[in-house]
Structures are given as structure tokens and as C-alpha cells.
């Protein structure tokens, strides 16, 4: 069975930086988009970033871009997300989910459980 | 970007009865090369990640009970749950991805 594990949550004061990591297993990981979709506390989904099976495409949410990069490690079988300038409006569940096969469009049919990422002084 | 609006934001539905959700996008999502709606439907139950529930706009995902369906083309889809479960209660979402930001709904709590 597909599984992803998101790591690298945690307290971050507003203006730092964090990394989140997703390992993925039971999959051929080098095949695959892969997607972060975030949830504030009692909110709803909110779309992050994908990036392409291969790492060489990559699309971001306006929230995020320019602040956020997505990035993986096929060897690894690791997803990332390098997370700077941090503010409150960061401050949520951030989900790893698996796209579709070769193709950064499409729906996210796998997701991780979730790594809290909480921004406050 | 391609605001999705789901209605309504909550609904109450007796066991046994048919519950409708439905989602309107702001620019079509069909694409007309393949024909096909680039809409997904998930359910997200308290606690858990949400669970791909349709793609294709009516396509289920293997494993999906088959009282749980997808309709719609274009702007306006509906995700119908043909005789409620205890199971079902939970928080839908639809989301777009014809387009990057590949948007989501706001949501509909569907309650007993």
C-alpha cells in the first residue's frame, strides 16, 4: 500500500525558514508528481505546489511563490518543501499527495497524514 | 485563478436518504482536445487526510462504494451520495486541476 510520511513540522517564529520532508514507499516514487496541499486549523484545503516525476517542472500557489520551493530526491524517494520568510498565514497542516503518472495534472490520489507547521513569536 | 464554489456550505441528510453537493467553477474545466472534466471530488473525515473519492468529474476511485457518484460538465458538477452511511459524515471538496493553482472548494459538511 501506497504510504507517505511527512516530517520537519513544528514552532517557527515569523520570518524563518523550515523544511518539510516527505518519504514515500510501496510506490516507483520517480514516477509520479507529487503535490503539498496545506489546512489551517479549522479551514479548508488550500493547493501548495507540484512538481514533475522528474523535478524539472514545478508550479506554485501565488500564496507561496517566491517564499516556498518544492523540490524531491528520486534516489531517496523524498519529497520537500523548503519553506522561508514564515508568517502566521503559514501556520497549518501541510500534506504530501501523490499526483498522477508522469503528468503534473491530475488529481492527488495518496495522501500523508500531516506535519503541523505552527508560526508564532 | 479558478475560484471553485461549493453549496451548500453544510447539509443534513436522514440515514438512508440521497444527499447532493454542488460545485460551480468560476471558467470551464473541460478540455476539449480529451473531452474530459479535470474535477476530482474528496472526502475528508475529522482527524484524517482527505481520500480521493472521483476524478474525471464522474470517474470513482477503486475502492469507492458505488452510492457515491459524480455528474456534471463544463462550470457545474454535483457529487450525489445515493442512500447515506454513518460512514459518509465528513467534509467534501472538489477541486479543478485543468489549471495551476489547482484550486479546492471551500467545502460542505454533510452531517446526519
Known amino acids: 500500500q501506497v504510504h507517505l510520511v511527512e516530517s520537519g513540522g513544528g514552532v517557527v517564529q515569523p520570518g524563518r525558514s523550515l523544511r518539510l520532508s516527505c518519504a514515500a514507499s510501496a510506490f516507483t516514487f520517480s514516477l509520479y508528481s507529487m503535490h503539498w496541499v496545506r489546512q489551517a486549523p479549522g479551514k479548508g484545503l488550500e493547493w501548495v505546489a507540484v512538481v514533475s516525476y522528474d523535478g524539472s517542472t514545478y508550479y506554485y500557489a501565488d500564496s507561496v511563490k517566491g517564499r516556498f520551493t518544492i523540490s524531491r530526491d528520486n534516489s531517496k524517494n523524498t519529497l520537500y518543501l523548503q519553506m522561508n520568510s514564515l508568517s502566521s498565514e503559514d501556520t497549518a497542516v501541510y500534506y504530501c499527495a501523490r499526483g498522477r503518472q508522469q503528468l503534473v495534472r491530475g488529481w492527488l490520489d495518496f495522501w500523508g497524514q500531516g506535519t503541523l507547521v505552527t508560526v508564532s513569536s | 485563478d479558478f475560484v471553485m464554489t461549493q453549496s451548500p456550505d453544510s447539509l443534513a441528510v436522514s440515514l438512508g436518504e440521497r444527499a447532493t453537493i454542488n460545485c460551480t467553477s468560476s471558467q470551464s474545466v473541460l478540455y476539449r482536445s480529451d473531452n474530459k472534466n479535470y474535477l476530482a471530488w474528496y472526502q475528508q473525515k475529522p482527524g484524517q487526510p482527505p481520500k480521493l473519492l472521483i476524478y474525471?468529474?464522474?470517474t470513482r476511485e477503486s475502492g469507492v462504494p458505488d452510492r457515491f457518484s459524480g455528474s456534471g460538465s463544463g462550470t457545474d458538477f454535483t457529487l450525489s451520495v445515493s442512500s447515506l452511511q454513518a460512514e459518509d459524515v465528513a467534509v467534501y471538496y472538489c477541486q479543478q486541476y485543468y489549471r495551476t493553482p489547482y484550486t479546492f472548494g471551500q467545502g460542505t459538511r454533510l452531517e446526519v
Open positions: 474525471w468529474a464522474s
